[in-house]
């Protein structure tokens, strides 16, 4: 028992001293192992307040090694909203801009070089200046609205081989069909399966 209250007191003090840190920065803990000591862990009067404060989740782990280490985190990887995304098409701002004279609202999505041309900002002839109804992020856009669409949303962060190979293969957004596609009956034609 007391091999047991050393073992979490050193891993409550090195959690501490490496996670209490302004160059870690860390946004939340996943505490996992085979073993009972995570939850004396996240339980321990030891254990520092403010990362118990960042606890998101403590996870029972089926493996040792690395297969051990990579099991709590890949759910994570694939489903949290709290990543970081890296997309070519994440750096875009979508606008509601109006026509004063003739009263249109045109929806426009520009990344940061397309807002530093003028033109962008001025009707299709560029003779009328557009007035900036709104602006919003189009990711934030797209977590605000998928709701309404009947979707689900999730990040890809590409700290991971597959969220790098989907964030360089599809520029980082992508989708999956709600129901099977017949492709057999695209375009109207029929195909048969051995085409």
Known sequence: MEKRH???RKTAELATQFYINPA???AGLILAGSADFKTELSQSDMFDPRLQAKILNVVDVSYGGENGF???IEPVIRYTFQCEVYTREADINRYSLKNNSTGEIVIKHL???QESN???FRDSNGSAELEVQDKISFLERFANEYRKFGCSLEFVTNKSQEGSQ???GFGGIGGILRYQLDMRTLDGEVYDDSE
């Open 24 to 26: 870690t920065n860390v």
């Open 166 to 168: 989907f964030c360089r």
């Open 111 to 113: 990344n940061k070089e």
């Open 70 to 72: 990579n099991q709590p």
């Open 6 to 8: 050393n073992y979490v």
């Open 118 to 120: 003028v033109n962008n």
